[in-house]
């Protein structure tokens, strides 16, 4: 059985992990929520 | 190669299972680019004319074709390849997606350098087709088996990557094309080449990082439940017994009429919103309207597909065609009285279960024909998105235009569609209704798992993996 909380993935690995998917996606939805701000203008 | 072989991504003690969301977004946040392949359409009708469309341009519906021939390929290689995604392991399948995804758009900046229509057809319809298809499946089971407490939410956010990834690639597309572009040259070209070594390179990381759980492994703390659930089978269905059972093509059909109801709207909102309220709606608006329908769309595969892990998915597609029906009904009355507000809010729920049943229907096929073969068997259904992907824009299209055609006022064109879309989704409840469990003569049996392993040994010269 693994343990999640055994050594092996660090927190530095996990965080490094969802920031490289989490930083383009929340760039993208920023973009997307400027654009759909206009509909309440 | 043969670190991308599935003996090879085995977990060590220790991984992080929270590791491997990241690893299927990587692949989900690229290949659903292809949401947002229209930004290149009006620049490549330019591409010799550079201001306007010369002789010899390509026109809009020529370029049309580009996205058919991928989302085409996508459904067609899920299907064909889905067993082999499942018995390669992830790793294999995320670095054939890079490939082919990330070689499409190397293949089709040569038909742009060529002005040749047909290698674009081939490079990114065909080739980036297949990448989709692959792609789309490749971390499914992956998932499932490491999120066997809530695995409609691990689905679900890979699958929300998907819905998003159109958010990262429409403004990087634009951008790209500004710093290519000169007085002289449209940049689609390099643009292409850039996309595709991004695209092919963010696909590694994914394929580097991902792992399949040990065999046997179980979260911290887990167990299995006990009470059985009549739902929920502890059996696994063979990817081609599967394709023979009632319980798949009643799936089949929930999802066709699910993403039907959504993807018409979703292609004639902008349109929709300024058609049925003249003069309250300009078209500034509209493509707000348009982005926030997106957001709900990639909010929703999250939010629905994780519900359905306390809920059970029979009864989150219960929620979808009841509520979908009763809005849809709504919606030619808020045009009636003028409410934007009702109308957008009504919109925004459909868009989001829209969403939510193509992420909840992986953990649905899961609960029906267990993991072993549930990315396969998810790459058969990704079928029904390319039948709704040509009924769902027809009705809306086709009705429209024959109310128009018969007198009726651009305003109340939509009315009939949205009766019908309502009617659809009561079907979809019905079908959803009639699924029950699966006969216990399509589980795999023993002997079978262990003939199949035996083929596998003779054929690779090595066991097959877990």
Known sequence: MANETQRGTTTVELLLAWCFVGIPLAWGVIQTLENAMKLFQ | ?466
Request: with cysteine; net charge positive; hydrophobic share 50%.
């Open chain 2, 1 to 466: 190669m043969s670190f991308l072989d599935r003996s090879h991504s085995i977990a060590k003690p220790g991984f992080n299972r929270w590791m491997v969301p990241p690893a299927a977004l990587c692949i989900h946040l690229c290949i659903g680019q292809a949401y947002a392949f229209s930004v290149f359409n009006l620049p490549m009708t330019k591409l010799l004319g550079i201001t306007a469309s010369a002789a010899g341009d390509w026109n809009l519906a020529e370029l049309g074709w580009i996205f058919s021939i991928g989302i085409f390929f996508l459904g067609t290689s899920a299907a064909v390849f889905g067993r082999w995604v499942e018995e390669g392991g992830p790793r294999k399948a995320m670095f054939a997606a890079g490939c082919c995804f990330g070689g499409g758009f190397l293949v089709s900046a040569l038909g742009v350098y060529l002005h040749n229509l047909w290698i674009i057809y081939l490079g990114y319809g065909v080739l980036g087709g297949c990448g989709l298809g692959i792609g789309y499946i490749s971390p499914v089971s992956t998932l499932i088996k490491w999120f066997p407490d809530r695995p409609g939410m691990a689905t679900g956010m890979a699958i929300m990557g998907f819905g998003g990834a159109a958010f990262i690639a429409s403004p990087l597309s634009v951008w790209l094309m500004s710093k290519f572009s000169t007085p002289t040259h449209i940049g689609v070209q390099e643009t292409f080449i850039t996309l595709g070594i991004v695209y092919f390179c963010f696909m590694m990381v994914g394929a580097a990082i991902v792992r399949i759980p040990a065999p046997g492994w179980k979260p911290e703390g887990y167990t299995p439940p006990v009470v059985e659930q009549k739902l929920i089978t502890k059996n696994d269905v063979y990817v081609y017994d599967a394709i023979k059972t009632p319980q798949f093509w009643l799936i089949w059909w929930v999802l066709c009429l699910n993403v039907t109801a959504g993807i018409g709207v979703l292609g004639q909102a902008s349109a929709m919103t300024q058609e049925m309220f003249p003069g309250k709606v300009s078209a500034l608006a509209a493509a707000g309207f348009v982005g926030l329908l997106s957001l709900f769309n990639m909010a929703g595969r999250f939010f629905w597909a994780s519900t359905s892990d306390y809920i059970g998915r029979k009864n989150t597609y219960f929620c979808f065609f009841a509520i979908g029906t009763v809005l849809y009904a709504l919606v030619p009355w808020t045009g009636s009285i003028g409410s934007v507000a009702g109308f957008v809010i009504c919109f925004l729920i459909i868009i989001s279960m829209y969403g939510g049943g193509f992420a909840t229907v992986p953990a649905y096929l899961k609960d029906m024909f267990g993991t072993r073969y549930v990315g396969a068997i998810h790459g058969w259904l990704i079928t029904a998105w390319s039948a709704a992907g040509v009924f769902g824009p027809v009705l809306v299209n086709y009705i429209r235009q024959y109310q128009i055609d018969h007198g009726v006022p651009k305003a109340d064109a939509y009315n009939i569609t949205m009766y019908i879309m309502a009617g659809l989704l009561i079907i979809g409840f019905i079908c959803n209704f009639m699924i029950k469990a699966v006969h216990h003569r399509f589980h795999m049996k023993p002997d079978h798992e262990a003939l199949r392993g035996q083929v596998a040994v003779d054929a690779a010269g090595e066991p097959a993996g877990a």
